[in-house]
């Protein structure tokens, strides 16, 4: 199958590398577009409140995260693109529920593959956003798989 416009979602962890390096050969393959995206999910500006270690409290300005935090993120974002051999049509850090952002995000680029990660550990197990995703993302869906 080929693909036109892939989106790779990143946690800008050393295992980021992996689910990239994947999404690069698809997008080599099938001369598709390549896309970055990082969901800040401690903030949810619909609702009003940030989740942290478990806690959920109210943030002051809802609507809008700490610039200097997202501007720290793009340059985390924009530097793994800049390690790719391979152009990245886009570099997002979105801030808000994973699920929703991906699934906007999705329709608004006209995604159709979205790349994303998984570790086989306790917690991921226990805690896995992969179902959310592949229940609620309408593109197809290439899950790796992160070693410890």
Not at 5 to 18: E, F, M, P, R, T
Not at 53 to 76: R, T
Not at 127 to 132: A, G, N, R, V
Request: with cysteine.
């Amino acid at each position: 199958m080929s693909y036109k416009h892939i989106l790779v979602a990143v946690d800008l962890s050393k295992s980021s590398n992996v689910v990239i390096n994947k999404a690069v050969a698809l997008a080599r393959a099938s001369n598709a577009k390549l896309s970055f995206i990082y969901v800040d999910a401690s903030y949810i500006s619909n609702i009003g409140y940030a989740t942290t270690m478990g806690l959920v409290k109210p943030v002051i300005n809802q609507a809008i995260a700490d610039e200097k935090e997202i501007e720290e993120l793009q340059k985390e974002l924009q530097a793994l693109a800049e390690q790719v051999d391979y152009p990245v049509a886009n570099t997002l850090v979105v801030m808000g529920k994973l699920t929703d952002k991906l699934k906007a995000t999705v329709q608004k680029l006209d995604i159709d593959l979205l790349v994303c990660g998984h570790h086989h550990d306790f917690w991921s197990r226990l805690l896995s956003s992969i179902p959310k995703i592949v229940n609620s993302t309408e593109t197809d869906i290439l899950i790796v798989y992160l070693d410890k």
